[in-house]
Every structure is written in structure tokens, then in C-alpha cells.
């Protein structure tokens, strides 16, 4: 996604040549990755300024907004933050001196306004927008019939009425997603989305329904041996749910605000250790470990608050398991979307 961010970022800065750029990372997490994007961001400004012989003093500011839900950890983004700046201002004898910037924290859901009108000229957000403002149509235990207990995502056997809420909150949530985001970007600004999609058209045949599937049946195993309750998995969907490339395109072009830039789908193994093109999983019991830390790190917030932290190590051993099983048969990838859009004049 690097070229599709150094080109959307060069084309706002010519095309707005703002004295402040202001730009927002929504979903930005806590993490050791999450300032990358910025110092890439920086990178690209200076770089550009340069080619374009702007001179050092009349860089442009950059203030960055760092998005997340309210119980994100922020205050270990602003020791992050607070290292970061060290890093970047420390002795430079002789270098050219990176953009001035200034870095903030910015708690709210972006399926809620976050800043004042026509204030942004660039938008982020990465391995946020598979994420759903609710479970769908605020489905909860009590909705699921007899055919659907045990799903937690979509499965070829789901109710045809429960796909459709799957799907008709992820309409709901993109668009208004896109409408907020139109109002609050400058004209000449431009968004760039990476989220976590599916590959074929087909919404039974997507990579997350395996990964979520295989997730549903150790929490199906927790319950056949007693400990978990059963009601605890009939009252429980993922508010998730992974589009494919024409879902996406459809709702934005639907929503008639945005040019479409750039979109494309690239794949990464489920295992994020494993670097290899090929099909086939070297150790499919590394992987399985590997893929279950990684959807733990993700998960564990939302599963520990409906069934219960008690669980936890049981369940991603199950699903470690699981997941390595499944590997030894099909080496199945994450689908990735990646697309950016500008708001024209
Ligand atoms: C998988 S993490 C990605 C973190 C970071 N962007 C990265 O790529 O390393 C997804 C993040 O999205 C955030 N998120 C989910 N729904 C959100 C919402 N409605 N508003 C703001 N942040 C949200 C989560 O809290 C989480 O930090």
C-alpha cells in the first residue's frame, strides 16, 4: 500500500499546497507499528518539497490526528508519540530538518463525526474497516434461530435473512462512513482505505468465513465440554463483516461524492511470519500457533467482554489446532482492499 500513500499524499499536498496539512489516522491502535504511518507521511512531504524546491522555511506544518475508540490505550500513543519526536528532532548536523509536526490523540467512533467541516486533507485508516459499528441489524442471541446457533459469522447454512443483516450493516456502516468523511475533508483532498475484504463476489466463499468458522467450532468445543454455556454462543455474532472489491466499488460510486483513484485486492498468508509465495505451509503447527496469536491480539477485548476472560487460553489453543488442520489442506490468505479517493473541486 506504500506507493498508493506516497501518490495520494504527493497529489494533495500540489494540488492544496496547505501552509498546515492536517492529516487523520483513524483506527491508528496503540502499538509499536502505529507512528509508521506518520514518519512515512513525513517522509514523503520532505521528499516532495524538495523536488518541487520549496525551501526549508516554508515547509508546510503537519498536524496529525490519531483516531481510535475511546478505550483505546492513549496513553501509551503519547509515549510513543513523546519518543517518536525525540527520535525525529534529535542532532542533525548538516541534514535537512524533517517537517515541523504535531501529533494528537482523537478518541470517538469514525462511525461518528471526529473534526470540524472541510478541516482534513488526508485520511488514513488501516485494518479498521472490516469492523462494524454493531453486531448486524444489532442482532443479539435472541435473534438467532434454531439453523443459525453456533455461527458467529457468515456460513453456507446461515439464514438467508441473518446474511442479509451481515450485509446490509456493512452498506449502512460504509456509507455513512463516506459521507462523514466527504464533509470533513478540505476540496483536493483524498482518502486512502486498507481493510481486510474477501476475494470472490460469492459471500459464502470468503477467506474470513474460514477463519471465523474455525473460531465458531472452538468455541462450539468449549461448550461440548462444559465449559462454556451454551446460551453464552447462541447470543454472539462478530460485528465484522469483509466485502468484496464490488461491494465496496458499488457503495462508493452509490454514494456519488468520491473519485476513485486506485483499488486493489493483494493477498497475505494467514500467518504473518510466513513471507513465501508458494501454497504450501512449511509448519503447519507454527502457523496455527502464529494465526491464533494474531487473532487473539485482535479478538480478545471483544470475547473476554461476552464470554468471560476464564476462557481465553483454552480457546486459542483450541483454535491454534484448529487453524493448523485446516492449513495442512489449504493454505487459505487474508484478501486485502486497497483503495484510495479524492474529493474533487
Ligand atoms: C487491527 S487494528 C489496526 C490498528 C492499526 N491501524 C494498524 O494497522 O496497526 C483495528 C483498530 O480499529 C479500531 N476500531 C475499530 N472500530 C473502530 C471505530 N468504530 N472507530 C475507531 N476505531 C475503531 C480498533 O480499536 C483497533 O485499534
Given at each position: 500500500m506504500k506507493p498508493v500513500l506516497e501518490e495520494a499524499t504527493r497529489e494533495v499536498y500540489k494540488a492544496v499546497l496547505p501552509r498546515t496539512m492536517v492529516v487523520a489516522d483513524l483506527g491508528c491502535s496503540s502499538g509499536p507499528n502505529t507512528l509508521r504511518?506518520?514518519?512515512?507521511?513525513?517522509?514523503?512531504?520532505?521528499?516532495?518539497?524538495?523536488?518541487l524546491g520549496v525551501k526549508q522555511h516554508e515547509y508546510?506544518?503537519?498536524?496529525?490526528?490519531?483516531?481510535?475508540?475511546?478505550?483505546?490505550?492513549?496513553?501509551?500513543?503519547?509515549?510513543?508519540?513523546?519518543?517518536f519526536k525525540k527520535s525525529t528532532t534529535g542532532n542533525r548536523q548538516g541534514e535537512a530538518q524533517p517537517p515541523?509536526?504535531?501529533?494528537?490523540?482523537?478518541?470517538?467512533?469514525?462511525?461518528?463525526?471526529?473534526?470540524?467541516?472541510?478541516?482534513?486533507?488526508?485520511?488514513?485508516?488501516?485494518?479498521?474497516?472490516?469492523?462494524?459499528?454493531q453486531a448486524p441489524g444489532g442482532l443479539k442471541g435472541s435473534g438467532k434461530t434454531h439453523q443459525d446457533k453456533g455461527d458467529i459469522y457468515i456460513t453456507k447454512t446461515m439464514s438467508p435473512s441473518v446474511v442479509k443483516l451481515f450485509q446490509q450493516q456493512f452498506q449502512k456502516d460504509f456509507s455513512l462512513f463516506l459521507k462523514l468523511r466527504y464533509e470533513e475533508l478540505v476540496f483536493g483532498g483524498q482518502i486512502i482505505l486498507t481493510f481486510i475484504g474477501r476475494k470472490h463476489e460469492d459471500v459464502f466463499n470468503g477467506e474470513p468465513n474460514h477463519l471465523y468458522g474455525l473460531l465458531a467450532q472452538s468455541l462450539q468445543s468449549l461448550v461440548d465440554?462444559?465449559?462454556?454455556?451454551?446460551?453464552?454462543?447462541?447470543?454472539?455474532?462478530?460485528?465484522?463483516?469483509?466485502?468484496?472489491?464490488?461491494?465496496?466499488?458499488?457503495?462508493?460510486?452509490?454514494?456519488?461524492?468520491?473519485?476513485?483513484?486506485?483499488?486493489k485486492l493483494f493477498e497475505t498468508n494467514w500467518d504473518p511470519y510466513d513471507d513465501s509465495e508458494t501454497d504450501v505451509v512449511q509448519d503447519s503447527v507454527r502457523s496455527g500457533?502464529?494465526?491464533?496469536?494474531?487473532?487473539?491480539?485482535?479478538m480478545e477485548p471483544l470475547i473476554a467482554?461476552?464470554?468471560?476472560?476464564?476462557?481465553?487460553?483454552?480457546?486459542?489453543?483450541?483454535?491454534?489446532?484448529r487453524v493448523a488442520k485446516h492449513l495442512e489442506k489449504e493454505k487459505t490468505k487474508h484478501a486485502v482492499i486497497v483503495l484510495s479517493m479524492k474529493k474533487e473541486n
Open positions: 504511518f506518520v514518519s512515512e507521511v513525513i517522509g514523503i512531504i520532505a521528499r516532495s518539497c524538495k523536488q508546510p506544518q503537519l498536524q496529525f490526528f490519531r483516531n481510535d475508540l475511546p478505550g483505546n490505550d492513549f496513553n501509551n500513543l503519547f509515549e510513543l508519540v513523546d519518543q515541523a509536526c504535531y501529533i494528537s490523540g482523537l478518541p470517538g467512533s469514525f462511525y461518528a463525526r471526529l473534526l470540524p467541516c472541510q478541516s482534513v486533507h488526508l485520511f488514513h485508516s488501516l485494518f479498521c474497516l472490516q469492523w462494524r459499528s465440554e462444559g465449559l462454556l454455556k451454551k446460551e453464552k454462543l447462541d447470543s454472539f455474532y462478530l460485528p465484522i463483516y469483509s466485502p468484496s472489491v464490488g461491494e465496496v466499488v458499488a457503495i462508493a460510486e452509490q454514494s456519488g461524492l468520491f473519485n476513485m483513484n486506485h483499488v500457533v502464529n494465526v491464533a496469536k494474531c487473532i487473539r491480539a485482535v467482554s461476552h464470554f468471560g476472560e476464564t476462557i481465553l487460553d483454552t480457546l486459542f489453543k483450541e483454535y491454534a489446532q
